[in-house]
């Protein structure tokens, strides 16, 4: 795919308490659709913005994280237009100075150049009723997304590939979490802006995506898109699309034949902010752990492989906290890992579920693994309760009792089985050692493979040897 | 010592004080009045009639206020002086309105201005223009040109809430006898009020004598955690400045102020004033400000560059005017726009958002604000030699409705010379009556160097007794 350049744009909602310029909370968990407005969000006459600090410091971590430079002052700006979810017809956001800027990313061997983060404003939530954003019968707003704080993280047109976009996606969402700025159960969101050219030829801009795979997906269609138009000999026009992700197609919002005009002006409602060298320093200093330097502690602390400590802390930084709290209760890390990566998160992606948001619980989980451990239960066993355990979160125990073939009764099936093949038990006691392997797989059938084979082994030679001893 | 001249607000407070005012009719009598002040000057776009027949409490009803129509009051209907915000009643009422109640004052009514502030002579109003008490066929003034109409003609004890974002508050009050308080940005909170240009917009006020302006002044200072430009300066009581010393006092009068293209009348009055200041111990000196020249440009360019970004807001959605939901959203709000702002709004809509375009960015929008700190500069270099600097308050005496009427948009917008430069600095500023012209009053402005509103009420008491 030579001549592939993409660029993004990252908008996350940022993990502060209240909106970025008023006491509004951010946290839409069981929300009612305009219940958390006011006069600033709604951009009544006669209000005013008063900037939340802890965005900005959100922002400053977000920007310290990527290698970026950190303004030492900011402002912002009105950005114009009229739009529906613009409850002021502009938005504050940032221009001529980001917070932060020139930093970088690495994914793989790829390293991608972040050109600024800034902090702004949300607009409120569009619902198309009716049809999407083409072809609607009416839209209704939701204000309650109304000045939620958002960092945009823009990057340079470095990425070659749709894949690397997505790799790039997973590893800033963990630094995202890590850093504390972004915290999906809450339902923040990330939503992504793609630019896509083929061979210098005019930028396609892909708006809105949410979910990283969509992200991939409308790339991957762009370039088909955009190569059969070549092929054809039509020229790929500079434009603004929507993706649609129930056909996985992009469709055209609006033709740009130029620049957008949003005529900026400083806003003057909110005075410069001078960000000292002290308060960059105290961020610094206050920085949580990131995802690489997690990777290095986990295999060190742990002795996990790279890879292992990288599927836990990149996959959903929630999985590495837990996977660290089941460490603390269960001190066999390589066990834990290995049950999580295998079966855990295997139950929790079909659910399409996330750790925080599941059932499952540091206490329950370390209670599966030791009895395990401890033979109450067997590994085979153990696989097909963690899925009844991933969907109810009942405590195995629990489970096990509820489940009639949970606790077997291995004595009473070997007797049974012994009974029926005498032949066998015979062949065995003349001195023919493959037919205690034939018991064994008679037992193991007889329990539907649910007991130890081990376990098998031990109760056989116990009944054998007590009917010879008789 | 002469005495100050008599403050029907201060005989009022005497009385409040001594238990001679009658609190159960005093507020419904006042509103009697304010409907036959009406019926003359019409300077009022709501009368506040509900206070009349509502259940509060009397007694905490003591002072009468009125406020510009671009000062949120909770409950009563607050337009600006605009067909689009004809319905709106808010929710909430300003820091200013708050800081009035909890001082005992009450809402008379709401008053007259040009739409958003857009104006010199309160004649761009979609609910009609006030009269000159001294001469009903003459302009009050704008844009609180309502303000400065009821201050001038109450025959109660009121004072005036007005803002000013280029001289609104000067303007009137010259054009009415009256005295007007514009004081330093951030002093009074703007929570509240309805933006015309946000960087300069300052509420401020206009009372029949300094005492009533100094007075409002102290009751709608200080800080406010919900203006982000709020200064941070502990609440001074303004009143108690009032006949204080102002012996080693140099008052710089600039010569680009007193050009001729001010009526001669006008400056003799100021002049006059000045040379009569002396007998206090006042010195005086020529100054020079030589950007003033470019202030009006400057001033036009950020003020319609902010207003026009103020404006998007009002879209038929929330509040406000509505129409038919016809068409699709930009059909929808293009049609109310064009239907419901008033035509001088709509100039400063497309001019402000001409200059901001990008291509014309720098060399409109951001080439104002150089200007703007250039003449600050050039202030703070003459603060430096004087206390303070007096200029003529308005180059005109108040004209007719019909000389009004034949004035081009720049002949209008050059009115403002005298007061433009003032607001793009944020300095504090007070007009006072200095004489008249031709039977009408004329005004003397000094502009105070930042936070010293407290030396511009002891000048201007001074000048009270000249």
């Known amino acids: 795919m030579a001549g592939v350049m993409i660029g993004i744009e990252v908008h996350c909602q940022l993990n502060t308490e209240s909106k970025l310029f008023c006491s509004n909370s951010n946290d839409m968990r069981n929300k009612k659709p305009n219940e958390s407005v006011c006069p600033i969000c709604l951009g009544y006459p006669g209000s005013k913005p008063v900037i939340n600090k802890h965005a900005i410091e959100l922002g400053m971590r977000i920007g310290l994280a990527l290698d970026c430079k950190i303004a030492d002052s900011m402002f912002f700006s009105r950005k114009?237009?009229?739009?529906?979810?613009?409850?002021?017809?502009?938005?504050?956001?940032?221009?001529?100075?980001?917070?932060?800027?020139?930093?970088?990313?690495?994914?793989?061997?790829?390293?991608?150049?972040?050109?600024?983060?800034?902090?702004?404003?949300?607009?409120?939530?569009?619902?198309?009723?009716?049809?999407?954003?083409?072809?609607?019968?009416?839209?209704?707003?939701?204000?309650?997304?109304?000045?939620?704080?958002?960092?945009?993280?823009?990057?340079?047109?470095?990425?070659?590939?749709?894949?690397?976009?997505?790799?790039?996606?997973?590893?800033?969402?963990?630094?995202?979490?890590?850093?504390?700025?972004?915290?999906?159960?809450?339902?923040?969101?990330?939503?992504?802006?793609?630019?896509?050219?083929?061979?210098?030829?005019?930028?396609?801009?892909?708006?809105?995506?949410?979910?990283?795979?969509?992200?991939?997906?409308?790339?991957?269609?762009?370039?088909?898109?955009?190569?059969?138009?070549?092929?054809?000999?039509?020229?790929?026009?500079?434009?603004?699309?929507?993706?649609?992700?129930?056909?996985?197609?992009?469709?055209?919002?609006?033709?740009?034949?130029?620049?957008?005009?949003?005529?900026?002006?400083?806003?003057?409602?909110?005075?410069?902010?001078?960000?000292?060298?002290?308060?960059?320093?105290?961020?610094?200093?206050?920085?949580?752990?990131?995802?690489?330097?997690?990777?290095?502690?986990?295999?060190?602390?742990?002795?996990?492989?790279?890879?292992?400590?990288?599927?836990?802390?990149?996959?959903?930084?929630?999985?590495?906290?837990f996977y660290e709290e089941c460490c603390r209760n269960y001190n066999k890390p390589q066990t834990v890992a290995n049950w999580?990566?295998?079966?855990?998160?295997?139950?929790?992606?079909?659910?399409?579920?996330?750790?925080?948001?599941?059932?499952?619980?540091?206490?329950?989980?370390?209670?599966?693994?030791?009895?395990?451990?401890?033979?109450?239960?067997?590994?085979?066993?153990?696989?097909?309760?963690?899925?009844?355990?991933?969907?109810?979160?009942?405590?195995?125990?629990?489970?096990?009792?509820?489940?009639?073939?949970?606790?077997?009764?291995?004595?009473?099936?070997?007797?049974?089985?012994?009974?029926?093949n005498k032949k066998a038990v015979d062949e065995y006691r003349s001195g023919k050692q493959e037919a205690l392997k034939f018991l064994l797989g008679r037992v193991l059938v007889a329990t539907n493979k649910q007991a130890d084979p081990k376990l098998i082994n031990e109760a056989l030679l116990k009944q054998l040897g007590a009917s010879i001893a008789q | 010592m002469v005495p100050l001249i008599q403050s029907l607000v201060k005989k009022h407070l005497e009385r409040l004080a001594a238990e001679d005012v009658n609190l159960d009719d005093f507020a419904p009598k006042v509103i009697e009045k304010a409907k036959a002040l009406q019926e003359r000057f019409s300077p009022f776009i709501t009368i506040n009639e509900k206070l009349a027949s509502e259940n509060m409490p009397r007694h905490v009803m003591k002072l009468p206020f009125s406020v510009k129509d671009n000062i949120c009051t909770r409950g009563i209907r607050t337009t600006a002086g605009s067909k689009i915000l004809e319905p709106y009643v808010p929710p909430f009422d300003a820091t200013c309105i708050h800081q009035i109640k909890n001082a005992g004052g009450f809402v008379v009514g709401k008053t007259m201005m040009d739409e958003f502030g857009f104006g010199t002579f309160a004649t761009n109003c979609a609910y009609g223009a006030p009269k000159n008490p001294i001469d009903p066929t003459r302009v009050c003034g704008g844009s609180s040109g309502g303000a400065a109409c009821v201050a001038a003609a109450a025959e109660f004890p009121h004072i005036a809430i007005a803002q000013s974002t280029g001289g609104s508050i000067t303007a009137p009050a010259a054009f009415t006898g009256t005295v007007g308080i514009t004081p330093t940005y951030g002093r009074v909170s703007r929570w509240g009020l309805i933006d015309y240009a946000n960087s300069m917009d300052r509420i401020g006020a206009i009372g029949k004598c300094v005492y009533d302006a100094a007075l409002g002044l102290s009751i709608i200072s200080g800080y406010d955690p919900m203006d982000s430009t709020s200064l941070n300066a502990p609440k001074t009581d303004y009143t108690a400045l009032?006949?204080?010393?102002?012996?080693?006092?140099?008052?710089?009068?600039?010569?680009?102020?007193?050009?001729?293209?001010?009526?001669?009348?006008?400056?003799?009055?100021?002049?006059?004033?000045?040379k009569g200041l002396e007998s206090f111990g006042v010195t005086w000196e020529e100054v020079s400000l030589p950007s003033t020249k470019y202030a009006i440009s400057a001033y036009y360019l950020i003020a319609m560059s902010e207003a026009s970004t103020n404006l998007a807001k009002f879209c038929g959605l929330r509040y406000g005017m509505e129409g038919p939901l016809d068409g699709n959203y930009e059909q929808y709000f293009a049609q109310l726009r064009g239907k419901y702002f008033g035509e001088e709004a709509k100039r400063r809509i497309i001019l402000g958002t001409y200059a901001r375009m990008s291509g014309y960015r720098d060399a409109y929008y951001l080439k104002a604000l150089k200007v703007r700190a250039k003449i600050i500069g050039e202030f703070r270099k003459a603060f430096g030699r004087v206390g303070v600097i007096a200029t003529p308050s308005m180059p005109i005496i108040a004209p007719r409705f019909d000389e009004v009427k034949k004035l081009t948009p720049v002949e209008n917008y050059a009115m403002d010379r005298m007061t433009v430069p003032s607001n793009l600095a944020g300095l504090p500023t007070i007009s006072v009556p200095s004489g008249t012209s031709s039977g009408m009053p004329t005004g003397i402005q000094f502009i105070g160097n930042y936070e010293q509103e407290g030396t511009l009420v002891a000048v201007a008491g001074a000048c009270e007794q000249v």
Not at chain 1, 340 to 364: A, C, D, F, P, Q
Not at chain 1, 375 to 395: C, F, H, Q
Not at chain 2, 243 to 265: C, M, N, Q, T, W
């Open chain 1, 340 to 420: 999580m990566m295998n079966y855990l998160l295997k139950s929790l992606n079909w659910r399409s579920e996330r750790i925080k948001n599941s059932k499952v619980r540091v206490g329950t989980f370390v209670e599966l693994l030791t009895l395990i451990e401890n033979g109450t239960i067997t590994e085979r066993y153990a696989k097909e309760l963690i899925k009844e355990y991933v969907d109810t979160g009942i405590s195995p125990k629990e489970l096990m009792k509820k489940s009639s073939s949970g606790k077997i009764d291995l004595d009473a099936v070997v007797k049974k089985v012994l009974e029926e």
């Open chain 2, 242 to 274: 009032l006949g204080s010393e102002i012996k080693h006092l140099r008052v710089g009068v600039p010569v680009e102020y007193f050009g001729a293209d001010v009526d001669e009348s006008i400056k003799r009055n100021a002049l006059d004033m000045i």
């Open chain 1, 80 to 321: 114009t237009y009229f739009y529906p979810d613009m409850s002021k017809s502009y938005q504050i956001t940032q221009y001529e100075v980001p917070l932060a800027t020139e930093g970088y990313l690495t994914v793989g061997d790829t390293k991608i150049r972040i050109r600024r983060v800034h902090i702004e404003e949300d607009p409120a939530k569009l619902m198309h009723v009716g049809g999407d954003i083409t072809n609607a019968e009416y839209v209704l707003i939701d204000y309650n997304r109304s000045g939620v704080a958002l960092a945009e993280i823009v990057t340079e047109p470095d990425f070659t590939t749709p894949k690397q976009v997505h790799q790039f996606l997973d590893n800033l969402l963990s630094i995202l979490e890590h850093l504390g700025v972004y915290d999906s159960s809450k339902e923040a969101t990330l939503r992504c802006d793609a630019n896509i050219s083929l061979d210098g030829g005019e930028r396609v801009e892909v708006k809105n995506i949410t979910g990283f795979e969509n992200v991939e997906k409308a790339l991957n269609f762009e370039i088909i898109r955009q190569n059969g138009m070549k092929r054809m000999e039509v020229k790929v026009e500079r434009e603004t699309r929507h993706f649609d992700s129930d056909s996985n197609t992009t469709k055209s919002l609006r033709k740009k034949e130029y620049e957008e005009d949003y005529g900026y002006i400083f806003d003057p409602d909110l005075p410069v902010i001078k960000i000292s060298k002290e308060w960059v320093s105290s961020i610094k200093k206050n920085m949580p752990e990131l995802p690489d330097q997690r990777v290095k502690r986990f295999v060190k602390q742990y002795a996990l492989d790279e890879y292992t400590a990288s599927v836990l802390i990149y996959a959903d930084k929630n999985l590495a906290d």
